[in-house]
């Protein structure tokens, strides 16, 4: 197999792994195995490669805006959702995804209940903001494994 094949796959693989890793960019990496595929090898043709690069393109912005989406689904405001979007990645970066997950929910909680004084309401706003986020990578893993998997059929098929 061509070396530069190789190291498209690597970077596919790595788009999937950083869907649940911190600090890798899943849809940047899916993105780029795709483009070194087809540089190498000529496939797949246009409308796939638009449809493949489209995906990767979606996953990044799932990756980027998890904190931001997930927050806003729960109902919060928008100051509310970038502070929480804030904090979860300040706190990713020394904390990997944990921090993420608990900078977005402890936020969103704080700041809630800050504004309502409401404990239930806070507490159910912070909890759906967590599962926004926690959807997000299972998003992401599957956009950059449907990726994976279609460069795989190109290849191997």
Sequence with gaps: MDPLVLVAFALLAAGVAGSV???????????????????????PGFL???????????????????????????GVSTRTAALASVAGFLLMLPTGPLGLVAGVAATVFAVEFRESADL??????????????????GMQVVLTATVLAAVAWLQFA
Aim: aromatic fraction near 8%; hydrophobic fraction near 60%.
């Design 120 to 137: 239930s309401g806070s507490a159910r706003r912070a909890g759906y903001a967590t599962v926004g986020v926690l959807a997000s990578a």
């Design 21 to 43: 890793l911190p600090l890798l960019p899943s849809g940047l990496l899916s993105l780029a195995g795709v483009l070194l595929y087809w540089w190498a090898t000529g496939d």
């Design 48 to 74: 796939l490669l638009a449809v493949l690069v489209g995906l990767s393109a979606v996953a990044a912005l799932v990756d980027w805006l998890a904190g931001f989406v997930g927050a806003r689904a729960s």
